[in-house]
């Protein structure tokens, strides 16, 4: 959580500092970004593709509890077999 959070701020302070990508110089930064997006259709797809992914992530990211076969050590073992480093 500690580098996806230092990864936000620096993206959040790299919007607030103006630079954008090309194309997308009249969104505006923060939450103000949000209802900008909403109003056009390809905002509304970009949108779309952010909630995709939010779905796809958590899907994957499941309790070993959910996985058929694979019984939890512990409560919040996110262990699902996929990878074994033998820990």
Same mark, same amino acid.
């Given at each position: 959580?500690?580098?996806?959070?230092?990864? *936000?701020?620096?993206?959040?302070?790299?919007?607030?500092?103006?630079?954008?990508?090309?194309? &997308?110089? %009249?969104?505006?930064?923060?939450?103000?970004?949000?209802? *900008?997006?909403?109003?056009?259709?390809?905002?509304?797809?970009?949108?779309?593709?952010? *909630?995709?992914?939010?779905?796809? &992530?958590?899907?994957?990211?499941?309790? &070993?509890?959910?996985?058929?076969?694979?019984?939890? %050590?512990?409560?919040? %073992?996110?262990?699902?077999?996929?990878?074994?480093?033998?820990?």
């Amino acid at each position: 959580h500690g580098r996806v959070s230092m990864l *936000a701020v620096a993206g959040y302070l790299t919007t607030a500092a103006g630079i954008r990508f090309p194309g &997308a110089e %009249d969104i505006p930064d923060g939450l103000a970004a949000f209802p *900008a997006l909403q109003s056009t259709s390809d905002g509304m797809m970009v949108l779309y593709q952010m *909630a995709a992914f939010f779905v796809m &992530a958590e899907i994957c990211n499941r309790d &070993a509890s959910e996985v058929t076969g694979v019984k939890p %050590d512990f409560v919040g %073992d996110y262990r699902n077999g996929a990878l074994d480093f033998g820990w």
